[in-house]
C-alpha cells in the first residue's frame, strides 16, 4: 500500500476508526498505527463498551476482536447491525481464533483478519472499505 493512499483520509473529514479490543498492548498498537496513518481513533474495552461508544461517536468503521469479556465480537457486531444506523458502517473482525472467518462473516462483518495482522494487509483493507 502506497503510504500518501491511506494519508488520503487525513484532514478535513478524516475517518474515525472505533478499536473494539480487549487486549491494551493490541489495542496501543492499532491506536498508535492508524493514528500514524491520519486516522482519528477511538477506543472500546469490549464489546459493550464498543455498542456504546460506536452509537456515540458514529465511525466511519469499526475494528472488532472477536474473543472478549462482557460482550464477545459477535455479540456487539449483530446488536450493531440490528442498528439503521450500523447497517453500512464497515466492520472488521480480528481474531486468533480458528475457524472464525465463517462466525465473523454470519455475524455481519465485512472482513476478517486473522491475529497476529498484517500491516499492509490490514491498512490496505481500510482503505478499501473507507472508499468502496
Not at 464497515?90 to 491475529?115: F, W
Request: proline share 6%.
Amino acid at each position: 500500500m502506497n503510504p500518501n493512499h491511506a494519508r488520503g483520509t487525513a484532514g478535513p473529514g478524516k475517518s474515525t476508526i472505533l478499536i473494539v479490543e480487549d487486549n491494551p498492548d493490541s489495542r496501543d498498537a492499532i491506536r498508535s498505527l492508524l493514528e500514524a496513518y491520519g486516522f482519528d481513533v477511538i477506543e472500546a474495552e469490549n464489546g459493550e463498551d464498543g455498542v456504546r461508544k460506536a452509537l456515540l461517536h458514529a465511525p466511519d468503521l469499526i475494528v472488532m476482536d472477536i474473543m472478549m469479556p462482557t460482550m464477545d465480537g459477535l455479540s456487539a457486531t449483530r446488536t450493531l447491525r440490528g442498528s439503521t444506523e450500523f447497517q453500512q458502517v464497515p466492520i472488521i473482525a480480528l481474531t486468533a481464533m480458528a475457524g472464525a472467518r465463517s462466525l465473523a462473516i454470519e455475524a455481519g462483518c465485512d472482513a476478517y483478519l486473522p491475529k497476529p495482522v498484517e500491516i499492509v494487509d490490514f491498512l490496505d483493507l481500510i482503505d478499501q472499505l473507507l472508499h468502496s
